[in-house]
């Protein structure tokens, strides 16, 4: 099982950019799913969370201005991303709680990262 991110770029600030992350493989359920990012020389952060039956959260940085959303029939996570800043920059990465046995323990799996850039 793999978690495959795509979407990432390069885009001038007050621009907008959409995350894609899907979960490869067979999965039996998805969870709670999550977007994190990491700047150049600083700790990864959490971006926004949502759970299974859609409630959100957002890191105060970004709220208004991103969006996350999921479909669970395809064990996707998705990041809608607007009015991009400079400090929007950083390495994005989808999180997710799956199931792929049924009976067995939810593991936490990552994906491998998208990179974001936004000139200003």
């Known amino acids: 099982v793999q978690l495959v991110e795509s979407g990432g770029g390069l885009v001038q600030t007050g621009g907008s950019l959409r995350l894609s992350c899907a979960a490869s493989?067979?999965?039996?359920?998805?969870?709670?799913m999550r977007w994190y990012r990491q700047a150049p020389g600083k700790q990864r952060e959490l971006v926004a969370h949502?759970?299974?039956?859609?409630?959100?959260n957002y890191a105060d940085s970004v709220k208004g201005r991103f969006t996350i959303s999921r479909d669970n029939a395809k064990n996707a996570v998705y990041l809608q991303m607007n009015s991009l800043k400079p400090e929007d920059t950083a390495v994005y990465y989808c999180n997710a709680d799956l199931l792929v046995v049924p009976g067995t323990k939810v593991d936490n799996y990552w994906g491998q990262g998208t990179q974001v850039t936004v000139s200003s």
């Open positions: 949502i759970t299974t039956g859609g409630s959100t």
């Open positions: 493989g067979y999965i039996f359920s998805s969870y709670a």
